[in-house]
């Protein structure tokens, strides 16, 4: 069974902090979601990082994956109010596979407070 | 365009009763997924629609469940009877292809 053990599993930060969130597993994936998700909605895509190493940015937002495939991370520069909600990694798999079937660590609910 | 709908957003029922949830995929999303949160831990695979075929149904639960996806559009899950491990907020999603995943609202359903 492959887990995503997310942390932190709370945090609450000042505007204008940078934070880092982790996503950790002991298998291997074919890609790695990150999702944003509000309070009575679903889970919104943030980006998807597919090759070992890859690093991609998204305004104040930087996710790497690890050269393993196996972990990931979501850096916020600088967060905002704005920022606040609950985010998701999601693996995607088996290796070869795809988005097909995700499995999602337990989140991070992210609070800045202004 | 609209994106992946849900009905209803919440339900409360007692156990033994049947509640029947429908998932309206994004229009030519030939990919429709069925998810599940329940309390205090992560959002689990349920099943896997490729157009009106079950293509992965390793997640369900048990034979209470029923997922249908009459003519590859709409989806349907079923859980007869439900138990209070049942609680949890249900989401549906669509995709094309590879391409990006939508999810939907979710369903919050409350089993008493």
């Known amino acids: 069974t492959q887990l995503l053990e997310q942390s932190p599993q709370f945090l609450s930060i000042q505007e204008g902090e940078n934070l880092t969130v982790y996503c950790n597993s002991s298998s291997v994936f074919s890609s790695l979601q990150w999702y944003r998700q509000e309070p009575g909605e679903g889970p919104v895509l943030l980006v998807t990082?597919?090759?070992?190493?890859e690093v991609k940015k998204l305004k104040r937002l930087t996710f790497q994956f690890g050269d393993a495939r196996k972990d990931s991370s979501l850096h916020i520069t600088a967060a905002q109010p704005g920022d606040t909600g609950l985010y998701l990694c999601a693996g995607g798999g088996p290796s070869g596979g795809s988005n097909y079937k995700l499995t999602f660590g337990k989140g991070t609910l992210l609070t800045v407070n202004p | 365009e609209a994106g992946v709908t849900q009905f209803p957003s919440h339900s409360v029922i007692e156990k033994g009763q049947t509640v029947t949830l429908r998932c309206d995929p994004i229009?030519?999303?030939?990919?429709l997924y069925w998810y599940r949160r329940v309390m205090g831990k992560e959002i689990k695979f349920l099943l896997h629609f490729v157009k009106e075929s079950k293509q992965d149904e390793s997640g369900m639960p048990n034979n209470r469940f029923l997922a249908e996806r009459t003519g590859g559009t709409y989806s349907t899950l079923k859980v007869q009877p439900a138990e209070l491990e049942d609680s949890g907020v249900y989401f549906c999603?669509?995709?094309?292809?590879?391409?990006?995943?939508?999810f939907g609202p979710g369903t919050r359903l409350t089993v008493t």
């Open positions: 999603a669509s995709s094309q292809g590879r391409l990006r995943t939508y």
């Open positions: 229009s030519g999303h030939d990919n």
């Open positions: 990082v597919v090759t070992g190493g």
